[in-house]
């Protein structure tokens, strides 16, 4: 019975879906970018701003606004930040990649085999990992997937009346999604793969005065939104400071050229021996590829060279590349069958697997994490992977590669699913809210109505939680005879800040000291 429903289509993404669902159910945000971009809507909200952001004051053009609004949103709807509901627009845009490149190979690849690209795509680590967290890249991932597809589409003529606006459609909505790759993506891939078919004098039917008509009417009433709203400086700053800037030379995640040939054995994780490998036999000969492998190899090659080339670079960043060089190896795979070294590369990640549970035992007891006692659950999910493991171990000795891969990443997110039930017990080693909520508590008792923060990172983002402003002070401030700390207050620090700094120990040694996971609070009274 189980294995007629996993064969629709339909119910396998609602079993994707329920796998993932607690993970936003029980989670809390995390204080890094989840934070920052719930505090800039705030902001946004507060000033009535539409088209401009600022975080705490300053100018904040990093992102377009799509991802914003759909936070601002929220708040609206729900009068708070509903995880849950953001975190939708994170793992439904990845359903709707595989989806989307379910249909493109469906002609193509067996069934089996389509849901073992699925599942391989789903389970890569940061494919998943993106999938999970609140950022607008899986809304340009999936923009991206959308508009090349149209292209093909059109390009092995089975395209629609409507492809032509379609694709310019949703190049901008990439592009508005996160950025600039959004439109050099599709640009460069299609450009390359036409050239190498012969075809490149056609490229004004895909990218002709249609497309570009419709992309500069959309980015003009952009820019217009944003020049009334910021005047000059800001769009300066969208158009130049965070494009070309980032680019040629960036003010941070500045990293070399060879950055991502580095970090995709990780990113792909546990696929990237198989997905790679399988992709290098294919060129030790003569390669044979079809239109569709080749357009997928031209995406894949071309996106990592023109990645390679900005000096601004995160792992992160590769998440448009996956899709195609997961279902890529995949294709491959189907004209390879189950090889020896396929089964041999497969197995790996299923040995690693078998060693989940001894290894989650371990790190409690050698790790910080084991302070908070190790949940029933953890145990759980750890036999569920070495389980897992073990079985796709017996498949793979059998020469059955696709059952190996199905019952890894079935094990993946059954572990997933599991684990996300334990997360209330280790929330305050993931966010701060539960922290806030305390401090928040505690000032009420002592009528305390001020906040700051020392040596503590992005702490400001915090006043989402605790409804006002936060300053931040230096260490020196600390002990001024003439302090700006308003007494009674509550001081936000963290446990690597108290390490490091011999005078933050003194300053809050006697105090009221309040802990949660790594990051603390401590009360200043009169």
């Known amino acids: 019975m189980m294995h007629r429903l996993t064969k629709n289509n339909n119910i396998r993404y609602i079993l994707y879906l329920v796998a993932v669902l607690p993970v936003f159910i029980f989670r809390d945000f995390t204080p890094d970018n989840e934070l920052r971009y719930l505090s800039i809507a705030d902001e946004a909200l507060r000033n009535g701003s539409v088209f401009t952001f600022t975080n705490h004051g300053l100018i904040y053009a ?30 439904l845009p990845a359903l709707v990649v595989v989806r989307v490149m379910d249909r493109w190979v469906k ?3 067996p069934d089996n085999d389509r849901i073992v690209a699925q599942l391989m795509l789903l389970t890569s680590a940061f494919f998943l990992g993106t999938a999970l967290v609140v950022r607008m890249d899986m809304l340009m991932c999936m923009f991206i997937v959308l508009a090349l597809y149209t292209f093909f589409r059109m390009y092995s003529g089975a395209g629609k009346r409507r492809d032509p606006v379609l694709f310019p459609l949703f190049v901008f909505l990439a592009l508005f999604s996160k950025g600039p790759i959004g439109v050099i993506v599709p640009l460069i891939s299609i450009a390359v793969f036409l050239y190498l078919k012969g075809d490149i004098r056609t490229i004004g039917k895909y990218w002709g005065w249609k497309t570009i008509l419709i992309l500069l009417t959309l980015c003009g009433a952009w820019f217009a939104g ?6 000059s400086l800001y769009l300066n700053n969208l158009l130049f400071n ?39 036999t294919a060129f030790r000969k003569k390669p044979d590829f079809t239109d569709l492998e080749r357009f997928f190899l031209v995406i894949v090659l071309s996106t990592l060279t023109i990645l390679s080339l900005f000096s601004s670079k995160l792992p992160v960043y590769m998440l448009p590349v996956f899709p195609f060089l997961v279902y890529l190896s995949v294709l491959r795979l189907t004209k390879i069958g189950s090889a020896r070294w396929t089964l041999i590369l497969a197995g790996i990640p299923a040995v690693i697997l078998c060693m989940a549970l001894p290894g989650i035992i371990a790190a409690f007891q050698l790790s910080e994490i084991g302070e908070q006692g190790i949940s029933p659950l953890i145990i759980l999910t750890g036999i569920i992977l070495s389980g897992s493991g073990v079985v796709a171990l017996k498949y793979l000795i059998r020469q059955q590669l696709n059952q190996g891969i199905i019952t890894i990443s079935t094990g993946m997110l059954l572990a997933v699913f599991s684990v996300s039930f334990a997360i209330p017990k280790y929330n305050s080693l993931i966010g701060l809210n539960l922290l806030c909520n305390q401090a928040k508590e505690t000032a009420l008792e002592k009528g305390a109505q001020n906040y700051y923060y020392c040596e503590m990172n992005r702490a400001d983002n915090l006043d989402v939680y605790l409804g006002t402003t936060l300053k931040k002070l230096r260490i020196s401030e600390l002990y001024k005879p003439d302090s700006p700390i308003k007494k009674p207050a509550i001081l936000f620090t963290w446990d690597k800040a108290i390490e490091r700094n011999d005078s933050l120990q003194v300053f809050i040694k006697g105090k009221e000291v309040h802990q949660k996971g790594s990051y603390y609070y401590i009360v200043i009274e009169k």
């Open 62 to 91: 990093d992102k377009p606004p799509l991802y914003l609004w759909i936070v601002m949103s929220g708040k609206v709807i729900f009068g708070y930040h509903n995880l849950l509901f953001l975190g939708l627009f994170s793992f």
């Open 107 to 109: 002609s193509t690849m």
């Open 226 to 231: 944003v020049f009334a709203e910021g005047g």
């Open 242 to 280: 965070q494009t070309v800037n980032r680019a040629v030379n960036s003010f941070h995640h500045k990293e070399p050229f060879y950055f991502y040939f580095v970090t995709i054995w990780y990113s792909l994780a546990p696929w990237s021996l198989l997905t790679i490998g399988t992709l290098v």
